[in-house]
């Protein structure tokens, strides 16, 4: 099978999976939607993927941009039944599919970081983005973007910190499109499992985020940084943090920075 992608070969991989492909896209979220909107019995599980992606979201409007040849860059379309609060159960979704479909390669190297990110020994190899259309007061479709660096080469560069690829940690090729065929597999299986409490439970021991001290950047009302301990998540994906007061703290909306070891 072809190394890049292809219509035919991503048929191949994905057998009957509902599926739009394109060369060279600004936004898989973007296409995504409009074509979720179009067609109102469109099935839920279809993709849009990229072989190239220039202007894919990441949270707070940050940039993905997925090389032609190295990454997956795809948006599943959802039809979830869920109350605005559950909303964060997408990102879950994503967060265990991720992991499941990456650490039969990684082993204990791979962890996720609440609330979006998947990382590799502490460097970001995938983000998870879900934007909801609201039809009036109710949810329409749910379109859930996922990218993974394969074989970005990031050496050199300002991102070397903080960035990997699953081929650089491997040291060894894989095949784009069986970890495609395996995350899309994963993400089916979970989406019918959204209420599941396993869902939950598999996402919280898979959080790097717990357990460690952190730093957390509000996002909603502008305040100042500030330092706490991370002690758990709730079933709606929001982070409990315990400040050195004593206070106890509900965040659904702020970056957080992992200090650089556990508490004892």
């Known amino acids: 099978m072809t190394s890049r992608f292809t ?30 909107l179009s067609d109102p019995d469109l099935p839920a599980g279809a993709l849009v993927i990229a072989e190239e992606q220039t202007a894919g979201r990441g949270r707070q ?21 869920l109350t605005p609060e559950q909303l964060p159960r997408v990102t879950m979704l994503g967060g265990v599919a991720v992991a499941a479909t990456l650490s039969p390669l990684l082993g204990d190297a791979l962890a996720l970081k609440w ?27 749910v379109v859930i973007g996922i990218g993974i660096n394969v074989r970005v080469d ?6 070397a910190n903080v960035a990997t690829s699953v081929e650089t940690e491997l040291g060894q090729r894989v095949s ?21 409490p396993a869902l939950v439970e598999l996402w919280r021991a898979s959080l790097k985020t717990l357990g460690r001290r952190v730093t957390v950047y509000p996002q909603l009302d502008g305040s100042a940084a500030y330092e706490a301990f991370a002690e758990d998540v709730d079933d709606n994906g ?3 943090v315990r400040l050195d007061s004593g206070e106890q703290r509900r965040i659904l909306a702020a970056d957080v920075g992992l200090k650089e070891s556990p508490d004892p």
């Open 7 to 36: 219509y035919e070969s991503l048929r191949s991989a994905l057998g009957q999976h509902p599926f739009r492909f394109y060369e060279r896209v600004t936004s898989t979220q973007d296409l995504a939607r409009e074509w979720a």
């Open 61 to 81: 409007g940050r940039v993905w941009r997925t090389p032609p040849g190295t990454a997956i860059a795809f948006s599943m379309i959802l039809r979830p039944h």
């Open 115 to 141: 609330p979006n990110d998947v990382l590799i020994r502490g460097k970001k190899v995938s983000g998870i983005l879900s934007e909801a259309v609201w039809e009036g007061d109710r949810l329409g479709p």
């Open 154 to 159: 990031f050496s050199g560069t300002d991102l």
């Open 176 to 196: 784009r499109h069986t970890i495609l065929a395996n995350l899309v597999g994963h993400l089916r299986d979970w989406s019918h499992r959204l209420h599941d």
């Open 238 to 240: 929001a982070l409990i």
